[in-house]
């Protein structure tokens, strides 16, 4: 089989797995194909053993095996900061080399930058993993039992509407009835899910937020603008390889410019290494340590 071939199929494979539904058209207009060539590419894709679903009209999607994983389900796909990550490796690499190029090609024809892993990497969640799956593809509330949050450091009953899995399926995007807004829960810390018959009823309010730089989901909370040594600096990329896109040297000093989505992930970062940060910008940080100290530190 010729490398473009090799090549679609695989980008094909990835859009077929992916969260948004695509019809042989769409798939054909993103792979620069004949819809026909599309319908051979799936039929080619099911002779090698994979499961391909046709859910409604002439929409399909790859099946989502959570028991006894095929080999392509351990295929490694890359989140946006592994994917950065993995980018700034291969840019390492001297000119001379002759793989550098092959490296960055093939990646380059089967992400776009980013993708999500449609595999189970911990086969303890495998039932929850599926009972969330399938009230994704019914569109069906479920009740989170038992789910242990690390934010209120309680344990309860959540009743949601899963619409959307994060990377590798270790968290599950899902709008919250109780507090009206979309949040992330982890697969681990659900002791169980119980699906129920009620529909999906804020379908509209569904929505992916992207994490910002600290890792922190939800919507923006302000933007902040901070003051780092050389050492914090590095200190910040390492922890955080994101960041390194929203910093800039200028007269010998880092300033992070960035927008949190979070008081907590940007706060844990300033306290530790409080002595060598300046808050520039960012009244609501500002405030969050201040009231932390106060609350937390005082104690100690």
Not at 55 to 61: E, Q
Not at 188 to 205: G, L, N, Q
Not at 231 to 249: G, I, Y
């Amino acid at each position: 089989m010729d490398t473009p071939k090799i090549s679609k199929l695989l980008r094909l494979m990835k859009l077929l797995t992916g969260n948004v539904s695509r019809t042989i058209d769409q798939l054909a207009g993103e792979l620069g194909v004949a819809s026909r060539t599309v319908y051979r590419y799936i039929d080619t894709i099911r002779e090698a053993g994979f499961v391909v679903n046709k859910l409604y009209g002439n929409v399909y999607a790859m099946g989502k095996v959570v028991r006894g994983l095929s080999d392509f389900n351990r295929l490694i796909y890359f989140t946006e900061e592994e994917a950065y990550i993995t980018a700034r490796l291969i840019e390492g690499i001297d000119n001379n080399n002759v793989l550098k190029r092959d490296l960055q090609r093939k990646l380059a024809s089967v992400y776009d930058c980013t993708s999500i892993a449609n595999y189970i990497d911990n086969q303890a969640n495998a039932a929850n993993i599926e009972a969330l799956s399938d009230a994704i593809k019914h569109k069906k509330q479920v009740v989170l039992k038992g789910y242990a949050s690390a934010h209120s450091d309680e344990t309860r009953d959540r009743v949601v509407e899963p619409f959307s899995f994060t990377a590798n399926m270790i968290d599950v995007w899902a709008y919250d009835v109780e507090k009206a807004d979309c949040r992330v829960f982890k697969v681990m810390r659900i002791h169980s899910v119980e699906a129920t018959e009620t529909p999906w009823a804020f379908e509209d309010k569904h929505e992916v937020k992207k994490p910002d730089v600290f890792r922190m989901t939800g919507s923006p909370v302000e933007k902040v603008v901070l003051q780092l040594n050389t050492r914090t600096k590095s200190l910040l990329v390492e922890e955080f390889p994101l960041a390194e896109k929203d910093l800039k040297r200028e007269n010998g000093k880092w300033f992070l410019r960035t927008t949190i989505h979070s008081l907590e992930g940007a706060g844990r970062f300033v306290i530790g290494l409080a002595a060598d940060i300046k808050i520039v910008e960012g009244e609501k940080l500002r405030k969050y340590i201040l009231d932390y100290q106060k609350t937390h530190i005082a104690k100690l």
